[in-house]
């Protein structure tokens, strides 16, 4: 631009536009402020234009009478989705909301699927769920072994209900030894759930069960929600007696079987699981009496057969001892021979090192070794003495020597040297002029002089 205020056409136009995001940016942006806004969502509506293709995941879309919004749930999600949802089914759904950055889809991450009309109860359920598995309740770990074969088994259930009549039929007839306490309380209405836990903290102060079943027959999600409030699901999972949960029918999923040390789909299949079958011991108990009884004939068969072959085997215990006397009394003359011929050995042996030691004494080795030491002293102190006064010799000539050459040895004789004012040696008289400052060095001390007069005649 000039000085006028006037772009100029062959200057560069500049830009003052601001700066234009590029669409992945756009997009990017918008999931962010989408997934930071909206942690968690529950939408309920129509299903519509329903996908599986062969990876597993789904994909649909969920409308209204107004709108509609894409979904997707990934297979790690939808494998516990029973039955499959269908075109033009109302659901409800719990999601992250989200945008697919790729087309720029505004879209919902579906995490958990149910048919609409559940309502509160449903939703109740998923969060404890949730809450409880997360602090590890339902963790395989912390659960405790079902005894094989209860001592005493406990019910808590009420006493006028099937679960109660249908327990005690099979255990009647599976092992009726077994005894059974029943810990009676409701099991459906508003006061079930305290009645529930007070029988189960009754029953560990009992102290008599080693296995406690909890549970009542079929019902609605309503009737069964006592055995899903987190107050009964915290006294199963802090009991200290085995506990096994039989709550309604096979279809029945409730909170209390998954904090349960064992999850039976029935009260009824709960005291299978837990009972022996008394049938089972006495088929076992014929099958191993006849085992025994064959195994002892199979025993005194070969005992009797080895007694006969040690009977036939069997000598008089007189004629052995004389046999055993006469074979020691040989044993004897042979090792008192042994131990002479060992002895004599031993001892011309003995004689024959002490001639050796004495003929190898180190005392005479000692003596000569003793007598070569002090020759070698005497040589050594010898030439110590001959080193000494060559080196004396040595050193006084080298003084004297240096002495000779030696410039304080000339100073000492009435010589000097001078240097000028800038520590210069002065060998010529034309390197000093008047008023000139010079120091002489004597043979002991120096002298600094003011010079007054030149003279460069050398006669």
């Not at 149910?114 to 997360?134: I, R, T, V």
């Not at 030696?406 to 010589?415: D, E, I, K, Q």
């Amino acid at each position: 631009m000039n000085d006028l205020g006037v772009f100029s056409l062959t200057e560069p136009y500049p830009d003052t536009r601001p700066r234009a995001l590029t669409v992945s940016e756009l997009n990017h942006q918008a999931r962010h402020l989408l997934e930071s806004s909206f942690m968690q969502v529950w939408v309920e509506g129509e299903l519509s234009g329903f996908s599986k293709p062969s990876s597993g995941h789904w994909y649909f879309s969920l409308k209204d009478q107004k709108c509609q919004i894409r979904c997707a749930m990934f297979r790690g999600a939808n494998q516990r989705i029973r039955p499959l949802p269908r075109e033009g089914d109302q659901i409800r759904i719990r999601g992250k909301v989200t945008l697919y950055e790729n087309r720029g889809d505004f879209q919902i991450i579906v995490e958990h699927m149910e048919p609409a009309g559940l309502g509160a109860l449903q939703q109740a359920f998923e969060a404890l769920k949730l809450n409880l598995q997360s602090e590890g309740l339902f963790d395989p770990a912390r659960k405790k072994p079902i005894p094989p074969t209860p001592r005493h088994i406990g019910v808590v259930t009420s006493p006028t209900g099937a679960a109660i009549h249908d327990i005690l039929t099979v255990l009647a007839r599976r092992c009726p030894a077994i005894p059974v306490t029943l810990y009676p309380t409701a099991v459906q209405g508003q006061p079930a759930t305290a009645n529930i836990v007070r029988a189960i903290e009754q029953a560990q102060r009992h102290g008599v069960a080693d296995v406690l079943i909890i549970g009542r027959g079929g019902g609605s999600l309503e009737d069964l929600w006592c055995f899903n409030e987190e107050s009964v699901a915290r006294a199963i999972a802090s009991c200290s007696i085995a506990t096994v949960s039989a709550v309604g029918h096979e279809v029945d999923v409730t909170i209390a079987d998954f904090v349960a040390d064992l999850r039976a789909p029935t009260p009824s299949a709960a005291a299978e699981k837990i009972s022996p079958d008394q049938l089972q011991w006495l088929r076992r108990l014929r099958e191993q009496e006849i085992r025994l009884g064959q195994s002892a004939r199979r025993l005194f068969q070969r005992l009797d057969s080895q007694l006969g072959h040690l009977a036939a085997r069997l000598r008089d215990p007189r004629r052995e001892l004389q046999d055993k006397a006469q074979r020691m009394d040989e044993l004897d003359v042979r090792l008192n021979k042994a131990i002479g011929q060992q002895l004599a050995q031993i001892q011309l042996k003995t004689n024959h090192l002490s001639q050796r030691l004495a003929t190898q004494s180190p005392r005479k080795n000692l003596i000569t070794a003793r007598e070569q030491i002090t020759r070698l002293n005497e040589r050594l102190e010898t030439a110590i003495q001959y080193q000494l006064r060559q080196q004396q010799e040595y050193l006084q000539h080298t003084a004297q020597t240096l002495n000779v050459v030696s410039p304080l040895a000339t100073l000492g004789r009435g010589y000097a040297i001078v240097r000028d004012d800038q520590n210069q040696i002065v060998r010529d008289a034309s390197q000093l002029s008047t008023d000139k400052s010079i120091t002489a060095r004597l043979g002991r001390g120096t002298v600094r002089a003011q010079v007054t007069e030149v003279n460069s005649d050398t006669d």
